[in-house]
């Protein structure tokens, strides 16, 4: 069991000196999860079995293969091959213009993997599939999305015309920090003045890449600044709770609009006269209109006051629109 411990070790000591090059023995003994003496006598362990790797002393020193070495080897257990092929999502890469250069990838990796493994990657392919656009819902155009994406990479400033969601337009200048895609919808985060803003790429209505250069905040992580943002965004939303009457026959036209999580909810339900009462939570009295109103008599709202009154208006409303 050691042995296969310590080979496997070898293999993603060899993987990390290949990809990232000079690297000290701490940094990889850190990396491994090992001390730095075990580093030292591994790389003795390479260079028996002729693997050009050496170490210089010094401030500037540390441990490296030769520039001219490379090794076909992948280093990928099972598991790791079948997370890097499951979590590739088609119309994603296709909205950035990917997803031929992925399928190209896919199969230079599964070229280059051992053949128990190939298979493993053929059955992975026909068992799971990600769809990230949602049920029911118009794609978004996004004619600014390959621009906003080339900004991105090569770090350029864009002049950009934006429709905020109250309808109002707005001109900026932004440094486009990262590309995010929640769902199917892209946002793109940008720098103002060494403050951080979340667009809709849908909503803009102009872009201009100019030649102007930024530099990208060292210490900016794309992924950790979208769930702050995500939890600051969701706490400052106004927050609406709804008492309900639902009848049994009315539960799944509910659980088709608000998701299977509504029979948990149900399970803590008050039932009276055949009814079931609930509560939940809206974003907004409005939204709660929109949502309710689809689903016509099989729900009765029972609080608050002015929701009923506000469902009352709306209906009278269109009554007179349909008469």
């Not at 493993?120 to 068992?127: C, H, P, S, Y």
């Not at 621009?147 to 001109?171: F, M, N, P, S």
């Not at 102009?206 to 930024?214: D, K, S």
Request: charged share 25%; aromatic share 8%; glycine share 6%.
């Amino acid at each position: 069991m050691m042995r296969f411990m310590r080979a496997d070790r070898l293999i993603s000591l060899l993987m990390l000196l290949q990809t990232k090059g000079l690297m000290t023995a701490q940094e990889l003994a850190e990396r491994l999860e090992v001390s730095p003496r075990t580093i030292y006598r591994d790389l003795d362990a390479l260079s028996a079995a002729g693997v050009p790797v050496y170490a210089e002393r010094g401030p500037q020193g540390g441990c490296m293969l030769l520039e001219s070495y490379r090794t076909n080897l992948t280093g990928l257990k099972e598991d790791e091959v079948r997370a890097l092929f499951m979590f590739t999502v088609p119309g994603l890469l296709a909205d950035l213009g990917a997803d031929k250069a992925s399928e190209t990838a896919m199969l230079k990796l599964t070229a280059a993997l051992p053949t128990p493994f190939q298979k493993d990657v053929e059955q992975l392919r026909n068992r799971i599939h990600l769809d990230a656009a949602p049920w029911f819902q118009p794609e978004e155009p996004v004619p600014y999305l390959p621009l906003i994406q080339e900004a991105v990479w090569q770090q350029r400033r864009v002049r950009l015309v934006y429709r905020r969601g109250d309808g109002l337009w707005i001109k900026r200048l932004v440094a486009p920090y990262g590309l995010v895609a929640k769902t199917s919808i892209w946002y793109v985060v940008a720098g103002i003045q060494e403050r951080h803003w979340v667009y809709r790429v849908s909503r803009i209505m102009e872009a201009e890449m100019t030649e102007g250069l930024f530099e990208r905040p060292s210490a900016f992580n794309l992924a950790d600044y979208w769930t702050q943002w995500c939890r600051r965004f969701e706490r400052s939303q106004e927050k609406l709770a709804v008492t309900l009457q639902v009848s049994p026959s009315g539960v799944p036209g509910l659980v088709q609009m608000f998701g299977d999580g509504l029979y948990q909810v149900l399970e803590g339900a008050v039932e009276e006269n055949g009814r079931l009462t609930f509560s939940l939570t809206f974003a907004s009295e409005e939204a709660a209109c929109q949502q309710l109103l689809g689903l016509g008599t099989a729900v009765q709202i029972i609080n608050p006051l002015s929701l009923r009154q506000k469902i009352l208006e709306m209906s009278r409303e269109l009554i007179a629109l349909y008469t």
